[in-house]
């Protein structure tokens, strides 16, 4: 039961800000590791960031100092051309042993642009 939708994408010029939301619905109780990637018109997806159960975070070396990600939400600031992707959540559940369902959710993705 499941579902993953984000929230939140829109286009703005270069150095402004957005805050993608990742809705999760369902065994929440159950998410693991949740996480953001992107995909640009012609170029493999790409993972942006994530964070752990206990809060650990990780960001691709290009979104550093600029992103943060908490557990349902992506706040995207000093934005660049360069940004400018479909971008995705994710969400990790943890399996059986933890009496979950386990599993990999992803959202439909919404879209980022920025005009320079």
């Known amino acids: 039961q499941v579902q993953v939708a984000e929230s939140g994408g829109g286009l703005v010029q270069t150095g402004g800000s957005l805050r993608l939301h990742c809705a999760v619905s369902?065994?929440?109780?159950?998410?693991?590791?949740m996480g953001w990637y992107r995909q640009a018109p012609g170029k493999e997806r790409e993972l942006v960031a994530t964070?752990?159960?206990?809060?650990k975070t990780y960001y691709t070396d290009s979104v550093k100092g600029r992103f943060t990600i908490s557990r349902f939400y992506l706040q995207m600031n000093s934005l660049k051309p360069d940004d400018t992707a479909v971008y995705y959540c994710?969400?990790?559940?943890?399996?059986?042993?933890?009496?979950?369902?386990?599993?990999?959710?992803w959202g439909r993705g919404p879209q980022v642009t920025v005009s320079s």
């Open positions: 994710n969400a990790s559940l943890a399996g059986a042993g933890y009496a979950c369902n386990g599993g990999t959710f």
């Open positions: 369902g065994d929440t109780i159950c998410i693991r590791d």
């Open positions: 964070i752990t159960y206990g809060g």
